[in-house]
């Protein structure tokens, strides 16, 4: 048996003899490791070229079946096959992971780089809008003083100026609150000027009623613009001047005085520098007219004296001083000296006279008589007159202040010249501060006095037959000042003079009780029994108020309480006690008071 160094195969199977058959040829295997395909194979495998490998491995396994080498090398072939499988898997998922890997961390850079452009966005914006915000902050005080300088001149009616600050605010910003509203009051100004420059221009080419017709459009748009209304007023006065001398002229043409005088003078009230020779001398014959008109007419009232003198002043301070209008002169000064002293006096005495006089009215009285006796110093009774008002002044000053005994003085020296001064007011105020003194001394217990002060006040009541008030009451008085004094007889006497009035008013009989009471008092009287009559009248006469009408009066303010007492046949003290009022000759404040009277 040889050795070899060629190892020993086993023989072939049937199958592998099957192949060889069906190729055609088996080749040695020894000839397996000299085969160029085997080297190849060799090559491909140090290459790494599976495929290749596996390909060539296949054919080589064919030429020589069951080759050891063939099998190892098919065995690590697929070993590697496997590994290289495998490392693609994982290349794959690898590759597979680092995509999602790749795809997350890009899906988070477009997040990222959105919020991060997110936020850089709304912070350039917040940073802006704060930016913006401080520049705005820092035009605030220069806006709101081009804003207080555009309201200055558009009140001062200046648009033009106020339009060239408004375009600095715009430009500053344009966004500013006010500016809506300062455009539109600019151009309404500018709309408003643009009329007033037209209304000029034609007053410039003599179109008075065409200007004043936009004159009157602006200043009824705007009131007080400019000095609109003055140039209203500019142009309508002429036009009124003329017509108010029109109608001036007709109205004289007409005799119609007073409508001259009004004419005119509303024309002077116009243009009180008015320079019209024929409308002052028609206005002045106007003036005369009218007064001696005025004064003539019984009827004139007071306010139409004092008409009639500013009439004469106004006539005298318009006649010119020349020979032409001496006649003129001179008949306005004899008539109106005659007419005016006349109702001067009336006037006068109209105020003396007035049953609800106060202190400014008697002063008036006074200012009109020294007016008339100034225009006739010479008439000695317009004098006395004057003198006699002058005592009643003071006189109806102390009778208010309840200075009774200078009250008296005066009253008496008034009527010593005039018995029925004042229409007989001075003879009432005599009555009431005889009355009011008789009183204060019977109060003080001066009772000898007081008699002969109250018979003066009595002596003045029997005067007045329609006021049996004074009398009954000046006559009560007496009867308590006699029975203060122990003179019974008299009292009583004096207390029957005054129970006859009673007894003489209507309706006393249904006062059963009094008329009793009077009988039994009279019966103590005809047994001579005084002192006990006395003392019954007394009793009667405290409730005699019963008898009393009442009537409820308004009474003016500052009005002389005794005046008006006795123009309601009533006096002082019966409506002092009626109304419960504190001792006053002047009623204050006007009111109703009630108003004790004992009608006949």
Known sequence: MENSSTPEFKKPKNSDLDFSEITGHIADPNDLFSDPEYLKLLEYSQNAKFPECEELVDQLEILYPQHPRLLK??????????????????????????????????????????????????????????????????????????NDQAEHLLLAGQPQPAAEIIERIRTINPEFENLPELVSRTDELLRLEAKYQTASNLVTENKINEALVIYKEIETEKPGMWDVSHQIVSLETPIQIAKYLMEGNAAFQEEKWDQVIGTYENALMLDPNLDDPFMK??????????????????????????????????????????????????????????????KYTQTANAYLADKNQTVTSISKAVSYMRKAAIIDPTNVALQRDLENAEYYQIAFQHFIEMNWVQAIIELKQVLSVDSNFANGNASLLLFEAYYALGKQYYSAGFYLDALKILEQAEILAWDDHDNLMKLFQVQVLIGDTFGKNNDYQNAVSYYQYVVNIIQSLPGTTYFHDIAIKISDANILVANENYQDAFSAFKDILNGIDVIYSISEIEIGNGVCL????????????????????????????????EVPILEK
Do not use: W
Request: glycine fraction near 2%.
């Open 73 to 146: 090398f098919k065995d690590d072939l697929q070993m590697r096959l496997s590994m290289q499988t495998m490392e693609v898997i994982n290349k794959k998922t690898e590759k597979r992971q680092k995509r999602k890997v790749s795809f997350k961390m890009s899906v988070f850079a477009i997040v990222a780089t959105l919020i991060v452009m997110i936020v850089f966005f709304f912070s350039y914006y917040y940073l802006s809008t704060i930016a913006m915000n401080e520049q705005l902050d820092q035009h605030v005080p220069q806006l709101n003083a081009l």
């Open 281 to 342: 001398e028609q206005l002045l014959k106007s003036y005369l007219n009218q007064i001696i008109s005025m004064l003539q007419d019984e009827n004139t009232a007071i306010g139409d004296i004092e008409n009639a003198e500013q009439y004469y002043r106004r006539a005298v301070a318009i006649i010119p001083q020349n020979k032409a209008f001496a006649n003129e002169r001179g008949n306005l000064q004899e008539v109106s000296t005659d007419l005016l002293e006349l």
């Open 562 to 593: 005794a005046l008006f007492a006795n123009e309601n046949l009533s006096t002082v003290d019966a409506i002092l006690e009626a109304n419960n009022l504190p001792k006053t000759m002047v009623i204050t404040f006007g009111r109703k008071l």
